[in-house]
């Protein structure tokens, strides 16, 4: 049994690949800055707020 688990890892390595992160996309963050916001509580607590067009995210500042 042993045998067949070493096996399995050793196909395992070989078959991964390594995968790039993927670039950010600009054209998102630009739609973030030029919304016009409407802000509204995430949690039930209402300390953290999200825009509800773009998911832009804020704490309420006291």
Do not use: Q
Request: proline fraction near 5%; hydrophobic fraction near 35%; glycine fraction near 4%.
């Amino acid at each position: 049994m042993y045998i067949f688990e070493i096996f399995i890892k050793w196909l395992n390595k070989r078959s991964t690949v390594e995968r790039k992160p993927e670039k950010p996309d600009y054209n998102e963050i630009d739609e973030a800055l030029t919304c016009e916001h409407n802000f509204m509580p995430v949690d039930s607590t209402g300390e953290v707020m999200a825009c509800t067009k773009c998911g832009f995210v804020v704490k309420r500042g006291k």
